[in-house]
């Protein structure tokens, strides 16, 4: 069921202040919502702030933190009356294996990535139900198909899946009138690489094909409207769960092959660089990264995922076609 328009909602996005939270915070402004961003880092804030104009705002909060979250919807409320769509995007990571994860790593990727969102999930929850809106969580394909070298994400991405799995179902059982929607991005030209804690020793980077934020971000915004249940971004994306799904044997051995190259530049990068895991970085990052070279700024996939009537109305047309020539040939046969 449709949503209210964007121009009439009050939306909050966490990690609003980077990455494809700040191209979400952007492009739903862009149509007219009142946007509040949430992140932990002030230079970030006051970027965001400024690009917002004067419906924006910018709340400095760990989702971490259950009474931060908490305080930040309290924020919202005083300042707006309402919560219209609360879009979970925060996270962080780390570029390790499995078996070498320091637990306080481990820890904080669960506490941010997965608690989090169910955070967010559990403050935000009573005015959702209120304005009857939305709960938005930015997900990721490595929900359903994890990689190596990143176990923390991948697990805390999957456990959120999970979760967010069962609320749904218990709105439907219990007619809670709040949609819960999941997105799940491929790899995205973020700053976030060159955030992330890493022993690589060398740059990180994300598994080819890349995009910009910008066209995730219009399909993230489009949720707020019209949610979806799960929504694969990128053509990455929707190979990487049909191949789970299909062959996840054969996704093993290509992961073996490719798995540690593909995620890294080859340039040198000291372990123990500054990495926003525990503590942000300085400075306003921005929505985009590095790769913009090597990134997509548009995806047909997931823009012909998001109007299936389209779909729907050519493969019907060329069936109509295809019999329209069928049967010429046997009238001509006939004849």
């Known amino acids: 069921m449709a949503k209210k328009p964007l121009s009439e909602q009050v939306v909050v996005v966490t990690g609003g202040t980077a990455g494809l939270g700040r191209a979400i915070a952007r492009a739903a402004a862009a149509q007219g919502a009142t946007v509040v961003v949430a992140a932990r880092d002030k230079d970030g804030l006051d970027g965001a702030a400024a690009e917002l104009g004067g419906d924006g705002h910018a709340i400095q909060a760990d989702v971490s933190s259950l009474?931060?979250?908490?305080?930040?919807?309290e924020e919202v409320l005083d300042r707006f009356g309402r919560i219209d769509t609360f879009c979970a995007n925060a996270m962080v990571t780390v570029y390790r294996e499995a078996r070498e994860l320091e637990p306080d790593e481990l820890r904080r990727v669960i506490d941010v990535n997965y608690f989090g969102a169910v955070n967010c999930y559990w403050a935000a929850l009573p005015a959702l139900v209120e304005s009857r809106g939305t709960f938005s969580h930015v997900n990721s394909a490595l929900a359903y198909r994890a990689i190596p070298l990143q176990a923390a994400y991948c697990s805390s991405k999957a456990a959120a899946r999970a979760f967010f799995e069962s609320a749904r179902v218990e709105h439907m059982k219990h007619d809670i009138p709040v949609a819960v929607t999941l997105t799940l991005p491929g790899a995205i030209n973020t700053p976030q690489f060159d955030q992330a804690r890493q022993y690589l020793g060398k740059q990180p980077m994300p598994v080819p094909p890349i995009y910009e934020p910008e066209p995730f971000a219009e399909a993230v915004v489009h949720t707020f409207v019209h949610p979806i249940r799960e929504l694969?971004?990128?053509?990455?994306?929707?190979?990487?769960?049909?191949?789970?799904?299909?062959?996840?044997?054969?996704?093993?051995?290509?992961?073996?092959?490719?798995?540690?190259?593909?995620?890294?530049?080859?340039?040198?990068?000291?372990?123990?660089?500054?990495?926003?895991?525990?503590?942000?970085?300085?400075?306003?990052?921005?929505?985009?990264?590095?790769?913009?070279?090597?990134?997509?700024?548009?995806?047909?996939?997931?823009?012909?995922?998001?109007?299936?009537?389209?779909?729907?109305?050519?493969?019907?047309?060329?069936?109509?076609?295809?019999?329209?020539?069928?049967?010429?040939?046997?009238?001509?046969?006939?004849?």
């Open 67 to 73: 009474d931060d979250c908490h305080r930040a919807v």
């Open 232 to 335: 694969p971004l990128g053509w990455g994306s929707q190979k990487a769960l049909w191949g789970q799904k299909l062959a996840p044997r054969v996704a093993d051995r290509v992961l073996v092959k490719q798995g540690w190259k593909g995620q890294h530049t080859g340039e040198e990068k000291p372990v123990g660089s500054p990495d926003n895991l525990f503590d942000p970085l300085p400075g306003d990052k921005g929505a985009r990264g590095r790769f913009s070279d090597k990134s997509r700024s548009s995806t047909i996939w997931t823009s012909l995922r998001l109007r299936r009537w389209l779909v729907g109305t050519a493969v019907v047309g060329f069936g109509l076609a295809t019999m329209g020539v069928t049967n010429g040939r046997a009238k001509s046969l006939v004849r």
